[in-house]
Nanobody, 115 residues
Framework: VQLQASGGGVVQAGGSLRLSCTAS????????MAWYRQAPGKQRELVAT???????NYSDSVKGRFTISRDSARNTVYLQMNSLKPEDTAVYYC??????????WGQGTLVTVSS
């Protein structure tokens, strides 16, 4: 397994969760890392990205509430999710896009936000 995501669960609205995704070192060090999500009946959407140089980008729907970060010592990317809303309920996928344009996906982790 090249990308292993974890940290999903059930949380009440207003609560927080932190997702983690560990990659193989050979992928992590040359990849922009990202989190996507797919809600039931909807298309997969980009949530946040972090470049090799740790420049970040967020979708408007999560800006100010979610924080993406990466730890090179652990080959891990995190998504800290605060002030969660029911509309954040989705399967969250970790993604790596390498400098050589190879794309890798994690297995997905379910986040459920109850109202």
């Amino acid at each position: 397994v090249q990308l292993q995501a974890s940290g999903g669960g059930v949380v009440q609205a207003g609560g927080s969760l932190r997702l983690s995704c560990t990659a193989s070192a050979s992928i992590f060090r040359i990849s922009t890392m990202a989190w996507y999500r797919q809600a039931p009946g909807k298309q997969r959407e980009l949530v946040a990205t972090i470049s090799i140089e740790s420049a970040t980008n967020y979708s408007d729907s999560v800006k100010g509430r979610f924080t993406i970060s990466r730890d090179s010592a652990r080959n891990t990317v995190y998504l800290q999710m605060n002030s969660l809303k029911p509309e954040d309920t989705a399967v969250y996928y970790c993604n790596a896009h390498s400098l050589f344009h190879h794309v890798y996906w994690g297995q997905g982790t379910l986040v459920t936000v109850s109202s």
